[in-house]
């Protein structure tokens, strides 16, 4: 996992191929505060970004996730949430597979937190854990773009 603001991207040590899209025109914070809600892929991009509004809630009501295929940078364009994760694989054979690629971890063993704020990142590369949209500490609304980056684009 790596975190950031997207105000210092410098100081994230991001891969080069994420750090070229966070440095987009349309991709800066400011850009995609003012995109609509919904899915957003430029022309001949092989990642998108989904835009939207969430509610945080209590880290006990949330559940914890993977990927195998799709890195994730998460980007809190509108209020604060606490993410929780690990940084070791908590993958099991029987978790569930909930849709294309989101599988949902049976074991909840995450021993790292963060707030993400206005302007703040996280990165989970495939198959690290996370447990986002958690409260920090009431619930609240916030608004998010969530960047699905595949594998092969951070594969040298």
């Excluded at 410098?10 to 966070?22: E, H, K, S, T, Y």
């Excluded at 995450?110 to 990142?121: A, Y």
């Excluded at 690290?128 to 040298?156: D, G, M, T, Y």
Aim: aromatic share 6%; net charge negative; glycine share 4%.
């Amino acid at each position: 996992m790596i975190i950031g603001n997207v105000q210092a991207l410098a100081m994230a040590g991001l891969p080069a191929a994420l750090r070229a899209i966070l440095e987009r025109e349309d991709c800066r914070l400011a850009a995609l505060r003012q995109r609509e809600d919904g899915r957003f892929q430029p022309e001949d991009a092989e990642w998108f970004c989904h835009i939207g509004p969430a509610q945080t809630e209590p880290a006990a009501q949330r559940h914890t996730e993977y990927h195998r295929q799709w890195a994730d940078i998460q980007l809190v364009l509108d209020g604060s949430e606490i993410i929780n994760a690990s940084q070791q694989s908590l993958a099991q054979p029987e978790d569930e597979e909930r849709k294309a690629d989101l599988f949902i971890a049976s074991v909840q063993a995450l021993p790292v937190s963060m707030r993400l704020s206005t302007g703040d990142f996280a990165v989970f590369l495939p198959g690290e854990p996370h447990q986002a949209l958690c409260a920090a500490p009431r619930s609240e609304r916030v608004r998010k773009a969530v960047f699905k980056i595949p594998r092969s684009l951070l594969e040298v």
